[in-house]
């Protein structure tokens, strides 16, 4: 029941993070191209160094290789049978695909090359404008739970696909603007990180326990496949 504020509040530590680097990044990189790159690497060593500090518990099992490898693919059968017989999975995971076409669109193609040569910011007021940002979307995030809650799932939607394209209007008139331009791309950030809690919640809430975590998987699969196509 409360899976919706967890996700929001996970997602908002993940976005402080975000407002740090985005802070920080631009102004390494404005000293000198490589800095980021470096800092990244150095990172890296340190995340796989904690990584393996982790303690995991080695599960023996009795089954054979061979037994484990059909018992994987059994599964992965039964659960993509399972989709196909589930309406909402699909009608979500369609609806899904839309919103994430835009978002990979707008975020991967248009923000760098828009901010720095059409609106022609700096990298040191690029830094300002995404710390800004960043922050109204971790703002946002905290009370997604309570949207979702008042407008349910249909609504939400309808207000998201009303919403995604005024922020990409809005988003392309507020060159020159620095305060503008915050405010319209710490909006549109907040939408998409409402969408991505709306659908992992309501996905998780509509699948049996058994099946929770292969059919979330499926979902990511046919996202990021279709990303492949989407990208290039």
Known sequence: K???KHLGRLSSAFISVD???SVIAPLLFALNVRLPYF???IDMIVV???QASMFEKVIKSVVSEWGLIKENFYQMRDSLGLVKNNRFFIWLTAMGLILFASNKAISEIVSGPFLTTVAGYSIP???IILAGASLIQTSSVFISDKIENR????????ILF???PLAVLLYSVTKNHIVAT???IGFYFSLVSFSEVLFESNLSHSLPDNKRATMLSINSMIIKTFSLALLP
Do not use: A, E, R
């Open 19 to 21: 407002i740090l680097s």
């Open 151 to 158: 407008l349910g799932l249909k609504k939400s939607l309808v």
């Open 182 to 184: 915050t405010l319209v």
């Open 2 to 4: 409360t899976l919706t």
């Open 125 to 127: 007021t690029l830094s």
């Open 48 to 50: 796989i160094l904690i």
């Open 162 to 164: 009303l919403l995604f």
């Open 39 to 41: 800092v990244s690497f």
